[in-house]
Nanobody
Framework: QVQLVESGGGLVQAGGSLTLSCELS????????SAWFRQAPGKDREFVAA????????YYSDSVKGRFTITRDNAKNTVYLQMNSLKSDDTAVYYC??????????????????WGKGTLVTVSS
């Protein structure tokens, strides 16, 4: 069992930056690859970014590529999502997730085993 707790959400103006954190705890967090998803009001949950256990491989959705960066500090069991050049379309609840196996891009939510409760990011235009 792995527990995930997100933090760092809030209100930011368009063009601004925000960094989300996700702390993993429980049974061997470093054994899991991690990902960020988001869900805007009235929309399905969608993949944002993922990073391998070793931190050597990362993937991004086309909508955030070049603006968001996912990193991971295994010593702290924490995954980060640095978000720059934020747009109103980035407004959503952001979820951290973890799963065993090989990391990949464009992951479906069903691929992930453990989820945090989410943190709200609101981008004002």
């Amino acid at each position: 069992q792995v527990q995930l707790v997100e933090s760092g959400g809030g209100l930011v103006q368009a063009g601004g930056s925000l960094t989300l954190s996700c702390e993993l705890s429980g049974a061997t967090p470093s054994a899991y690859f991690s990902a960020w998803f988001r869900q805007a009001p009235g929309k399905d949950r969608e993949f944002v970014a993922a990073i391998s256990r070793s931190t050597s491989t990362s993937y991004y959705s086309d909508s955030v590529k070049g603006r968001f960066t996912i990193t991971r500090d295994n010593a702290k069991n924490t995954v980060y999502l640095q978000m720059n050049s934020l747009k109103s379309d980035d407004t959503a609840v952001y979820y951290c997730a973890a799963a065993l196996g090989l990391v990949a891009g464009n992951l479906p939510p069903s691929r992930m085993k453990y989820w945090g409760k989410g943190t709200l990011v609101t981008v004002s235009s």
